[in-house]
């Protein structure tokens, strides 16, 4: 090999490397988008009662008691968590006032993950019913509607 011919072999294999390096930098990024996978979600219910009314709130899954919290006119609740791993990622709430109660389901992972909200699920609380928004395509659209038991 020439002089010159040996510069330009060095010279291609520096240019690999650098390529190389490139490469497993996308690599690590795409953990990053792993990590991004798990995010958080947070999830918040708003007052919108009449006559500044509040409402009591309890929320639990299988790991975790939220505890009771009384949320005041045009004040809302809300907590964040991550998807478990499992996928199976469940919270419900009790919610009361004056007007009467319910029971739902605020966060059910295979409901709820990319189908109608991924990392911001909102609720609200209103004369008629507890309301549900899907965010996913035209959004906010409420899907989910669950009227008070008196
Ligand atoms: C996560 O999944 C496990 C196993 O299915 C379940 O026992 C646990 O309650 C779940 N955690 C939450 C926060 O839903
Ligand atoms: C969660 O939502 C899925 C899909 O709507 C439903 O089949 C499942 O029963 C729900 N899980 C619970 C524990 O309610």
Known sequence: MSLVNRNYFVLAIVLCL???QEAMTKAI???DTTEAILSEVNVDIANKLPNG???TIHCKSGNDDLGTHVIGAGKS???SFKINVTGSTLFFCGVSWQG?????DIYNTSRDDGKRCSDECKWLAKEDAVVGFNFIGTGPNPDIVIPWQK
């Open 100 to 104: 009467g109660q319910v029971e739902f």
């Open 53 to 55: 009314a509040t409402f």
């Open 29 to 31: 990024s795409t953990d």
């Open 18 to 20: 650098l390529v190389l």
């Open 77 to 79: 609740y809300g907590f």
